[in-house]
């Protein structure tokens, strides 16, 4: 059970710093310091995306229309964070 644990844990920390780097890079090209013009950028960019919609659509439906504002990537990683701190007060279930 404890490998059930870690498992747990290792795909959050992976899906936060890619979130993280997903809401880096986006910083990063609105403020022009990345060109989506450039083919590793724009693949980057794409594969991001596309690992992080069906994360991000559904919640984007339920919140309402913030303008150019977008909180899905702030609800979803306080959503993992909630979900760590979860697993980590009950750690003892998987011991």
Same mark, same amino acid.
């Given at each position: 059970?404890?490998?059930? !644990? $870690?498992? *747990?844990? %290792?795909?959050?920390?992976? &899906?936060?710093? #890619?979130?993280?780097?997903?809401?880096? @890079?986006?910083?990063?090209?609105? !403020? $022009?310091? *990345?060109? %989506?013009?450039?083919?590793? &950028?724009?693949? #980057?960019?794409?594969?991001?995306?596309? @690992?992080?919609?069906?994360?991000?659509?559904?919640?984007?439906?339920?919140?309402?229309?913030?303008?150019?504002?977008?909180?899905?990537?702030?609800?979803?990683?306080?959503?993992?964070?909630?979900?760590?701190?979860?697993?980590?007060?009950?750690?003892?279930?998987?011991?």
């Amino acid at each position: 059970m404890t490998s059930i !644990f $870690q498992i *747990l844990m %290792l795909i959050l920390d992976v &899906v936060w710093f #890619i979130m993280i780097a997903h809401i880096i @890079m986006s910083w990063l090209i609105n !403020f $022009q310091v *990345l060109n %989506l013009r450039q083919p590793i &950028v724009a693949q #980057i960019w794409y594969g991001l995306n596309r @690992m992080l919609e069906p994360i991000y659509g559904p919640i984007r439906r339920v919140l309402p229309d913030m303008g150019g504002i977008d909180l899905a990537p702030l609800v979803v990683l306080i959503g993992i964070y909630a979900l760590r701190i979860v697993l980590l007060n009950n750690a003892a279930v998987f011991y």
